[in-house]
């Protein structure tokens, strides 16, 4: 499945719809150079989101949609410093809340959960003063919050 992954640079993984069935590999930790990874409706994407993401240091964008990606968000995102934008939606296998690793990044500008049954409080102390966070959409989870 990594073979058939591309960028417009070698710190970018995009992919498309017309990729075989596959999941995300553990080795992607191995690639700390990345800066972005997009995955746009791939509905033959199953398994879980592995925890070597966490590993991935430069990364500073994260936009999965769709797929049958099951499991928990690992708490391992929270050790991405770079963090800028993470966008996860239409996957309706995932569990669980949002790491409390990764709602506390100062860096993140841009955060989207939609339609994941994700579950759980967001409480606004978890946004720290320096935040840096301009846009937050959550939507159709069952997250509450103050």
């Known amino acids: 499945f ?3 992954w591309y ?4 710190t970018e993984i995009v992919t498309s719809s017309a990729l075989k069935p596959g999941t995300i590999p553990c080795v992607i930790g191995y690639l700390s150079h990345v ?3 997009e995955i746009q409706l791939i509905d033959e994407l199953f398994g879980t989101i592995p925890p070597e993401f966490g590993f991935m240091s430069s990364l500073t ?3 999965i949609n769709g797929g049958k990606l ?3 968000l690992p708490t391992t995102l929270g050790n991405l410093t770079q963090l800028m934008i993470i966008e996860l939606e239409n996957m309706n296998l995932l569990s669980g809340s949002i790491p409390i690793q990764l709602l ?3 860096y993140i500008r841009q955060m989207v959960f939609s339609n994941i049954p994700l579950n759980g409080t967001i409480l606004e102390e978890l946004f720290v003063i320096e935040s840096q966070l301009e846009y937050l959409i ?5 997250i509450s919050g103050t």
Do not use: V
């Open 7 to 10: 960028g417009e640079s070698d």
């Open 70 to 72: 099951s499991g928990t």
């Open 138 to 142: 959550i939507s159709n989870t069952s």
């Open 2 to 4: 990594l073979g058939n």
């Open 104 to 106: 506390s990044n100062r």
């Open 35 to 37: 800066g972005k990874f």
């Open 61 to 63: 964008e994260i936009a």
